[in-house]
């Protein structure tokens, strides 16, 4: 109730930009990546492909708290190549490469800060309080400690950038999964509007989910 839905609105807009302008789209969220991390991603890379652009999702498949996600995840043919380690992102980045950090706005807790430190045009989207380490400078900013989640933060941005269909399945599922971690199933940080996106997320995946 406290956020308003015009810079949901304007921050999409800024994005799709930007990945517009982008070369390839490197995605990351913080050391020890959970479901919220991993949905926020995944609805980020929904942006990436209606604008055509590869994406890349930056993440330890080893020490991850999402493993079940993942492996879910990469059984679908648009995220077959998708997760990469940060090693083989610094040999991908180049001049226009774009940078997406998710559910972390602090530079010592990103999968990768080599990459963060190489990569010139930054983004952060994230709902805890603001650190004072923040991640600097940023492109596109959108920090909203009243929200419940990151993912809660990528729906409402999906809502403005893209239409129904073109969001699959999977990225309902994670999306809907990360805004159940951290809410504790719906029992904490919640209002209006997180229920709001999950009744979205809701309607896109009622079809096949389990």
């Known amino acids: 109730e406290h956020r308003?839905?015009?810079?949901?609105?304007?921050?999409a807009n800024s994005?799709?930009?930007?990945?517009?302008?982008?070369?390839?789209?490197?995605?990351?969220?913080?050391?020890?990546?959970?479901?919220d991390a991993v949905g926020a991603a995944v609805g980020v890379s929904c942006m990436c492909r209606k604008k055509g652009k590869p994406f890349h999702i930056v993440l330890?498949?080893?020490r991850n708290v999402a493993k079940n996600l993942v492996a879910e995840i990469r059984q679908v043919p648009e995220y077959k190549n998708a997760?990469?380690?940060s090693?083989?992102?610094?040999?991908?980045?180049d001049p226009r490469s774009t940078l997406i950090v998710v559910d972390t706005n602090r530079p010592d807790q990103v999968e990768s800060q080599s990459l963060l430190e190489t990569v010139t045009r930054v983004c952060v989207i994230d709902h805890h309080r603001r650190a004072a380490d923040y991640i600097t400078p940023v492109v596109v900013n959108f920090h909203e400690p009243y929200a419940s989640s990151a993912s809660e933060l990528v729906t409402e941005l999906l809502?403005?950038?893209v239409e129904k269909k073109d969001v699959l399945p999977i990225e309902a599922k994670g999306l809907m999964t990360g805004i159940f971690l951290d809410t504790k199933s719906f029992n904490v940080r919640t209002g209006e509007r997180t229920?709001?996106?999950?009744a979205f997320?809701?309607?896109?995946?009622?079809?096949?989910?389990?």
């Open 4 to 11: 308003s839905k015009v810079r949901s609105r304007v921050t």
């Open 83 to 85: 997760f990469i380690s």
């Open 159 to 161: 809502q403005y950038a």
């Open 195 to 198: 229920f709001e996106a999950a």
């Open 87 to 93: 090693q083989e992102a610094l040999l991908l980045c």
């Open 60 to 62: 330890d498949l080893e």
């Open 15 to 35: 994005l799709m930009e930007l990945i517009g302008q982008s070369s390839r789209v490197f995605i990351m969220g913080h050391k020890n990546a959970d479901m």
């Open 201 to 210: 997320l809701r309607q896109l995946g009622q079809t096949r989910w389990r």
